[in-house]
T-cell receptor
């Protein structure tokens, strides 16, 4: 089955730790995206990538980092510089360019303990 | 930055009734999409309408787009309890080619059996 998989589903981070959220897709999509969702809110774009080895900052990139070494994978690292990381993180992929639907993973809920 | 504003923020109806949600946006767009999110899950694409289209149907869904007013509406007819979810509009920016989407705050729909 084609799809997009995020792991883990739940993640707990201690103060000062970096954590990495996994996102893998087998849809052969060039474009991948990371969004953050806070309770009762819409999605805000953290980073996006249109092609392997290239990515751009979104609206709220501070305290986050990404890599795109493989077409299938777009991991997100939440660094200790992110002061309020508790949120629901969603990864998505789509065909490159505009006018294409985005396919979303099931999300990772990150909590700082 | 949030491009879209949805109205109402919350909507509660009885099964069998119609549900209408509205979305307004700020900048000119290429496309507008509607997504659905069940609680704690990823988003699922419902429908895409292009800037040169005025109305589109998919099953029980009807979407309209008024580019002069920068607004769109999603109508769900003959609602079912299973339609209970949050609904988001998402836009790209006219002239952009990245495919990145800007989401509204969402409308939470509750359909009572």
């Amino acid at each position: 089955d084609g799809g997009i998989t995020q792991s883990p589903k739940y993640l707990f981070r201690k103060e000062g730790q970096n954590v990495t959220l996994s996102c893998e897709q087998n849809l052969n999509h060039d474009a991948m995206y990371w969004y953050r969702q806070d309770p009762g809110q819409g999605l805000r774009l953290i980073y996006y990538s249109q092609i392997v080895n290239d990515f751009q900052k979104g609206d709220i990139a501070e305290g986050y980092s990404v890599s795109r070494e493989k077409k299938e994978s777009f991991p997100l690292t939440v660094t200790s510089a992110q002061k309020n990381p508790t949120a629901f993180y969603l990864c998505a992929s789509s065909k490159r360019g505009t006018g294409h639907e985005a396919f979303f993973g099931q999300g990772t809920r990150l909590t700082v303990v | 930055s949030q491009q879209g504003e949805e109205d109402p923020q919350a909507l509660s109806i009885q099964e069998g009734e119609n549900a209408t949600m509205n979305c307004s946006y700020k900048t000119s767009i290429n496309n507008l999409q509607w997504y659905r999110q069940n609680s704690g899950r990823g988003l699922v694409h419902l429908i895409l309408i292009r800037s040169n289209e005025r109305e589109k149907h998919s099953g029980r869904l009807r979407v309209t787009l008024d580019t002069s007013k920068k607004s769109s509406s999603l109508l769900i007819t003959a609602s079912r309890a299973a339609d209970t979810a949050s609904y988001f509009c998402a836009t790209d920016r006219e002239g952009g080619n990245t495919g990145k989407l800007i989401f509204g705050q969402g409308t939470t729909l509750q359909v009572k059996p």
